[in-house]
């Protein structure tokens, strides 16, 4: 039996974070195809598959970043979140935003879990790793829609 590899929409600007959630994924312990979109509204066009996206798979995760272009994070968790296709899709915000009100904001716009980005690379890795193992190792995602 082929498993298919868990599919995870990367919604960051940021070169250097990509790069580093990119070389994390590689040594993951299930297959992992990882999505790339550098804006908010490139995120949205993806899960709704509309102009170049139209032939993308539903990712089973998010991981959303706050400082997007085009259009906010917040933005982009709060369409999600309020459309009734997509807001089974459980959404990781990771940003590097502590701040208290960005996290509340961010629960109360549905987002399923928020991580404060790190600045160290071993501590990056690790908070990668962590959400590999818990989300894509314990906890049961919805199946993907075609």
Do not use: C
Not at 47 to 59: A, G, I, T, V
Not at 61 to 75: E, F, R, Y
Not at 91 to 110: F, P
Not at 130 to 142: A, G, M, R
Request: charged share 30%; aromatic share 4%.
């Amino acid at each position: 039996m082929t498993i298919s590899p868990v599919e995870i929409l990367l919604v960051e600007d940021d070169p250097g974070d990509i790069e580093l959630i990119q070389e994390t994924i590689k040594s993951a312990k299930i297959k992992i195809k990882l999505q790339i979109v550098n804006n908010g509204a490139d995120a949205i066009s993806y899960l709704k598959k509309e102009d170049s996206y139209s032939d993308k798979n539903e990712p089973g995760l998010v991981i959303l970043d706050l400082n997007l272009p085009l259009k906010s994070g917040m933005d982009v968790l709060d369409e999600i979140k309020s459309n009734e296709e997509l807001k089974h899709i459980p959404i990781i915000v990771m940003s590097t935003s502590d701040q208290e009100s960005d996290v509340i904001k961010s629960y109360k716009l549905g987002a399923n879990s928020y991580v404060t980005k790190p600045m160290g690379i071993d501590e990056f890795s690790h908070i990668v790793s962590t959400i590999e193992d818990f989300w894509l190792s314990i906890v049961k995602l919805p199946k993907r829609t075609a």
